[in-house]
């Protein structure tokens, strides 16, 4: 049975995406867990969608293989070296691809102290706006901010100084 709730959830960064890829887009769903929502959303609107996790699905990814589009949702603040994961994933991503990212944003110093969030011991990265303002000038990507915790990047032809 599948929970409405998560798909409402999902969709925060599914509808975005959806109208920002071209038909028939090619994409990875990196940390999908063992039961993988969101590309299958994707797939329902004729996107191919590959599978990759850590534990679930792990001999499924290539680091050969480019992208239109890499998505990860909720994901990246388990990462023990995030920079050098997102680094690794960018290069994946072909020319004017997409990597979509969901995960919860520092507000400030004072309320991270008392931040829910920081009290799952499994989320070991924590990111904030100006993370992300950041990693898109290293990568020399558009950044969006799509909605409070959906973060897409862009990548451009063009390569940072």
Request: with cysteine; charged share 25%.
């Amino acid at each position: 049975m599948e929970d409405e709730g998560y798909r409402r959830f999902l969709s925060r960064c599914a509808n975005p995406l959806l109208k920002m890829l071209p038909p028939a887009s090619e994409g990875m769903d990196f940390g999908c867990g063992p039961a993988p929502l969101l590309a299958s959303i994707l797939e329902g609107h004729g996107h191919k969608v590959e599978l990759f996790d850590h534990f679930y699905f792990p001999a499924s990814r290539s680091s050969e293989k480019t992208y239109d589009f890499i998505v990860s949702t909720e994901v990246i603040e388990h990462l023990s070296s995030p920079g050098d994961e997102l680094s690794k994933l960018w290069g994946q991503l072909r020319v004017g691809g997409l990597m979509a990212l969901m995960t919860k944003l520092v507000i400030s110093p004072e309320r991270f102290a008392n931040w829910h969030y920081i009290r799952d011991p499994t989320h070991i990265s924590f990111f904030s706006a100006e993370t992300f303002r950041w990693l898109a000038r290293r990568l020399g990507a558009e950044l969006m901010f799509v909605d409070n915790d959906v973060i897409f990047l862009k990548k451009s032809g063009v390569h940072p100084e």
